[in-house]
């Protein structure tokens, strides 16, 4: 994809701190992390969803960033990690190729994400959620 930032990473027309690479996808060192290490696995391919990404490269990203966060418990004594995937400008996507954010995190880094719990009308009101989106979950 020609203006797409992270497409230009893969091609190296653009600088990145690499981590990994593969025939399916790429990984580098976030230029604005939540705490130093926080990288991004993106496919190869260029795709803004996550949905249209194939299965074997979604896995492949999940993987990967899955060993990078066991990496940073050994490297950097992290206490856990964060895999976040914003998909679609309304839950925070900025940049549109598809994206893995992994993220070290100890427990006393200060960063809190924002996650409000809200309540179901009722047994209900769930099962009516559940209904309506299975309607059109295709598998
Ligand atoms: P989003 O908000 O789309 O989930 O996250 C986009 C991420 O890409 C941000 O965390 C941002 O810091 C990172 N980013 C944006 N432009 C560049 C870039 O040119 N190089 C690198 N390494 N990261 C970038
Ligand atoms: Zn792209």
């Not at 996808?25 to 990404?53: M, Q, R, T, W």
């Not at 309304?90 to 993220?103: P, Y």
Request: aromatic share 10%; net charge negative.
């Amino acid at each position: 994809m020609k203006n797409c930032i992270f497409c230009k990473i893969i091609a190296g027309e653009l600088p990145s701190v690499k981590m990994y690479e593969d025939e399916l996808v790429y990984a580098f060192l976030d230029i604005s992390p939540i705490n130093p290490g926080h990288l991004l696995v993106i496919p190869k391919e260029h795709h803004v969803s996550a949905s249209s990404i194939p299965e074997e490269i979604a896995g492949r990203m999940f993987h990967i960033g899955s060993r990078f966060g066991v990496a940073f418990k050994r490297a950097l004594d992290a206490d856990g990690f964060n895999l976040h995937l914003a998909d679609g400008a309304c839950a925070g996507q900025v940049v549109m190729h598809a994206h893995l954010h992994v993220i070290p995190r100890d427990v006393e880094d200060g960063f809190h994400w924002n996650w409000r719990q809200l309540e179901y009308d009722g047994d209900d009101g769930r099962t009516a959620i559940a209904e309506k989106i299975l309607e059109k979950f295709k598998k």
